[in-house]
Nanobody, 116 residues
Framework: QVQLVESGGGLVQPGGSLRISCAAS????????MSWHRQAPGKERELVARISSTDSSTNYADSVKGRFTISRDNAKNTVYLQMNSLKPEDTAVYYC?????????WGKGTLVTVSS
């Protein structure tokens, strides 16, 4: 079965950096686009970044452009989100997502807290 397991979240000071990871299994990873989403307290879940399966082209939410970088390692079945210049408003649970055969799969999330 499809499994997505996020890791690497934690507490970081404003202006700091953090890299979170999502380990995938149960599907053909290199054939699927991957994305990161986040949900802050009291807010709806939103798309943060997406990376394609073919040419690894990327898309970002305006709020994170220039600060976050999504990447993937097909040999390790893992997708990453490098987050730099973090702001308190980046505080959220970050979720990894994929779609395989028209079905969306989500991880359980990893909490990122940006606070001094």
């Amino acid at each position: 079965q499809v499994q997505l397991v996020e890791s690497g979240g934690g507490l970081v000071q404003p202006g700091g950096s953090l890299r979170i990871s999502c380990a995938a299994s149960g599907f053909t990873f290199n054939r699927c686009a991957m994305s990161w989403h986040r949900q802050a307290p009291g807010k709806e879940r939103e798309l943060v970044a997406r990376i394609s399966s073919t040419d690894s082209s990327t898309n970002y939410a305006d709020s994170v452009k220039g600060r976050f970088t999504i990447s993937r390692d097909n040999a390790k079945n893992t997708v990453y989100l490098q987050m730099n210049s973090l702001k308190p408003e980046d505080t959220a649970v970050y979720y990894c997502k994929t779609n395989s055969f028209l079905v969306d799969y989500w991880g359980k999330g990893t909490l990122v807290t940006v606070s001094s």
